[in-house]
């Protein structure tokens, strides 16, 4: 099964639940963050067309600061 990759970082062995559309890692509930603002393309070449159909649209915490960032730039 994935694991969670942030947990991982921190020691820690944790079943994924879900994955960062953007940059594809594994993660748990506790680090998994959903994105309910639209996703634009552009900086990443993520396959988030090919994964949004399925599954909601769960983001790293390091990609979701990444994303807002961009978004109210
Ligand atoms: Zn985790
Ligand atoms: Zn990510």
Same mark, same amino acid.
């Given at each position: 099964m994935l694991k969670c990759y942030d947990c991982m970082e921190e020691g820690k062995d944790s079943e994924a #639940?879900? %994955? =960062? %559309? #953007? =940059?594809g890692k594994g993660l748990c509930m506790d680090h998994s963050r959903r994105m309910d603002l639209p996703i634009r393309g552009g900086n990443y070449p993520a396959p988030s067309k090919m994964l949004e159909k399925e599954l909601p649209r769960i983001l790293c915490n390091y990609c979701i600061g990444q994303t807002l960032v961009d978004a109210f730039d």
């Open positions: #639940v879900s %994955i =960062c %559309i #953007v =940059c």
